[in-house]
C-alpha cells in the first residue's frame, strides 16, 4: 500500500527565504505526482503535476523535482512571500493505475512571516 | 475556469438526520470524487463515480452512500449522521482517469458539525 510521508509537518521562515518542501513515499511505480496548496478551510489548489517521465516542472516562484527511484519529490518556492502562507499537500495515484484514488501526505503547513 | 461548487461552506446537524451534500462541476467531468478531511488523518477518499449512476467504494465508505444521477452532480449521503462523522468534506472532479495527465479540481470544502 502506497504511503506517502511530508516532512516538516510545520514550516515558518521569513519573508524573502528560499525553501523547500519534500514529499517521499514508498511505491515508486507511479504515473505522475502532484502538489496542491490548501488555504484554511478551504479545499485543494493544484500547483503542479509531474508526470512519471519528467524530472521536474516549473510554476513561476514554484519548482517541483521528481526522482522516482529515490521515492522522493521536493517543492522549492523562492523568494517566499507571506501570501505563500498556507498547507502544501503531495499526492500520487496508486502504483501501475489511474489517477483518481489519489494518496496524500498529511501535508506541510507553512508560515511565511512579514 | 474549472468551478467546482459546494452546496454549503457550513453545516449543523443533529445525531441521526439524514444529510444531504451536493457538489455540482461545470466542466462536463467523467468522473467525481467525495473526500473527508480530518486532522492528524489527512485527505481520504470515501467515494467515486466515473460516470452517470456508477460509483465505487473508496477507503472510508461506511456511514455514506453516494448518487449521481446526472454528469454534474454528485450528493453524499450520510443516511444516520453520528458525530464521528464531524469533518471537513471535500468535493473534487477530473475529466479523465486515463494517462496520468489531468489533475482533480476541488470544490471550497463544506465544514459538517454533528451534534
Known amino acids: 500500500k502506497q504511503e506517502v510521508t511530508q516532512i516538516p509537518a510545520a514550516l515558518s521562515v521569513p519573508e524573502g527565504e528560499n525553501l523547500v518542501l519534500n514529499c517521499s513515499f514508498t511505491?515508486?511505480?507511479?504515473?505522475?505526482l502532484q502538489w496542491f496548496r490548501q488555504d484554511p478551510g478551504k479545499g485543494l489548489t493544484s500547483l503542479l503535476l509531474?508526470?512519471?517521465?519528467?524530472r521536474e516542472q516549473t510554476s513561476g516562484r514554484l519548482n517541483a523535482s521528481l526522482d522516482k527511484s529515490s521515492g522522493r519529490s521536493t517543492l522549492y518556492i523562492a523568494a517566499s512571500q507571506p501570501g505563500d502562507s498556507a498547507t502544501y499537500l503531495c499526492a500520487v495515484p496508486p502504483s501501475g493505475g489511474s489517477n483518481y484514488k489519489l494518496t496524500f501526505g498529511k501535508g506541510t503547513l507553512l508560515t511565511v512571516n512579514p | 475556469d474549472v468551478k467546482v461548487t459546494q452546496s454549503s461552506r457550513y453545516l449543523v446537524k443533529r445525531t441521526g438526520e439524514k444529510v444531504f451534500l451536493e457538489c455540482v462541476q461545470d466542466?462536463?467531468?467523467?468522473?467525481m470524487f467525495w473526500y473527508r478531511q480530518d486532522p492528524g488523518l489527512g485527505l481520504r477518499l470515501i467515494y467515486f463515480s466515473y460516470d452517470v449512476k456508477m460509483k465505487e467504494k473508496g477507503d472510508i465508505p461506511e456511514g455514506y452512500s453516494v448518487s449521481r444521477e446526472k454528469k454534474e452532480r454528485f450528493s453524499l449521503i450520510l443516511e444516520s449522521a453520528s458525530t464521528n462523522q464531524t469533518s471537513m468534506y471535500l468535493c473534487?472532479?477530473?475529466?479523465?482517469?486515463?494517462?496520468?495527465?489531468?489533475?482533480?479540481?476541488f470544490g471550497p470544502g463544506t465544514r459538517l458539525t454533528v451534534l
Open positions: 473534487a472532479s477530473i475529466p479523465s482517469v486515463a494517462g496520468g495527465t489531468d489533475t482533480q479540481y
Open positions: 466542466m462536463d467531468h467523467e468522473n
Open positions: 511505491d515508486s511505480a507511479i504515473y505522475n
Open positions: 509531474i508526470q512519471s517521465s519528467q
